[in-house]
Every structure is written in C-alpha cells, then in structure tokens.
C-alpha cells in the first residue's frame, strides 16, 4: 500500500563507529531479502542479500540478520564511513514471485 | 559502458505535455522494470517486462503507457503531465531465474519536474 504521511527515518553515526539500520519485513510468505544502498543522486545499488534457512550473513563491512520469528531484517555497517552515507532500502520477495517489496528506506548520516 | 542508462537525466515540462522517458540496458537482461520514487524517497513499481511481455502493471493512470521493443529496451511515454507526476522515474533490469532473482540493477534516475 501507500506509505503516505511517513517520515524517511534517519540514522546520525559517528565515523569509525558501527551502524545498525533495521527493517520490519510484512509478508511471513518471503524467503528472500536484500539490502540495497541509494547515494544521492544515484539508483539503489545492491549491497547484500539473505535467504530464509540462513539467519546470518556477511559480506565485506555488512552483515545482515534475519529473524523470521519476528519479520525482523538488520543491517550492520562495521567502521563506518563517509562514504556510506546514503539512504538504505530493505526488500523482500517470495522466490515464485517477480515483485519485490520495497521497506521506506533509511537515511544514514556520518558525523564527521 | 553504462549498465543501465536511461534518457534524459533531467526533464521540466509544462503541466498538460507529454513527454518520454527511455532506457536501455546492456547486460542481457531478460527483465525490465520502471519505478517511481517521490520526495520522502518511497520506490514504488510501476511496470515490469519479462522478455518483451507485461508481467508487473501495477494502479498507475492510463496516461503512463510503457514500451518494450526488444529486451534490451523499456521506455515510458506519459500523456497529458500532471503536477503529481513530478518525481524521480527509475528504470531497473534483472535476471529472472538464478541465485539473485532479486538483484535489480538500476539507472541513474531521470527527474521529471511538471510545472
């Protein structure tokens, strides 16, 4: 549905400190998710992805954690930096479906 | 050797124009897709292609109308601009089928300002 009226949430970190962006997912249908990052001015760009039978994964700098009891996605960004700012998308998709759905996006802001 | 790239970047018109928006892509895609994000930055599909066919047409005015001449292509043609169709069009290609079905790889964005 619309997301009318809401907020682009937003995230203030620290340089060199560790971020944690989170993402409450709505169908308990999907068993994929990915992370994307948005730079201003750009197109999302994908970071990372997670199936359902795994609960953890890492790439370099991110790891994302799934918890299907409770339809929760995060986003961890180890030492963060200035160029991670941007505004990060969650989405998810059941693996027989062509649509992905989109979360509100999160907008992570690095202090000098 | 633009991945996804989409004409024109930037695009301001007078209210009741209709204007295009093209995109193209070089990596073999077999899918096409173009979203509409608003200025609290929500994406928002709009259309989506699998091999030349309509697969994702989600409530958007009939005054949108997507095109697809080949796989490599997807423009959008919009009719009689309204002020509400200001906004940041996306254009978007993946492969269906695979490991990360997911994966979109997108434009850079083309703003559409209606006055």
């Known amino acids: 549905g619309e997301n009318v009226g809401l907020h682009l949430p937003t995230l203030s970190v620290q340089e060199g400190d560790n971020s944690i962006i989170n993402c409450a997912y709505s169908?308990?249908?999907?068993?994929?998710f990915i992370w994307y990052k948005q730079e201003s001015g750009k197109g999302p760009q994908f970071i990372i992805d997670i199936r359902s039978n795994m609960d953890k994964r890492q790439g370099q700098r991110v790891t994302v954690l799934l918890n299907k009891t409770v339809k929760h996605l995060s986003l961890q960004i180890a030492a963060t930096q200035p160029g991670d700012s941007a505004v990060y998308f969650c989405?998810?998709?059941?693996?027989?479906?062509?649509?992905?759905?989109w979360g509100a996006g999160t907008k992570l802001i690095i202090k000098p | 050797d633009t991945a996804v790239s989409q004409t024109p970047k930037y695009l301001v018109t007078q209210m009741g124009n209709d204007k295009s928006i093209k995109c193209e892509q070089n990596l073999g895609h077999d899918t096409m897709y173009w979203y509409k994000q608003d200025s609290k930055k929500f994406l928002k599909i709009m259309f989506s292609?699998?091999?030349?066919?309509?697969?994702i047409n989600e409530t958007v005015p009939n005054r949108f109308s997507p095109k697809s001449p080949d796989k490599a292509h997807l423009n959008l043609h919009i009719n009689s601009l309204e002020l509400g169709d200001s906004a940041v069009y996306f254009c978007a290609s993946s492969l269906s089928g695979g490991p990360r079905t997911g994966e979109l790889f997108f434009g850079e964005g083309s703003r559409l300002t209606v006055l």
């Open positions: 989405a998810e998709k059941e693996e027989s479906n062509y649509q992905l759905i």
């Open positions: 169908n308990s249908a999907s068993d994929y």
């Open positions: 292609y699998n091999n030349k066919e309509l697969i």
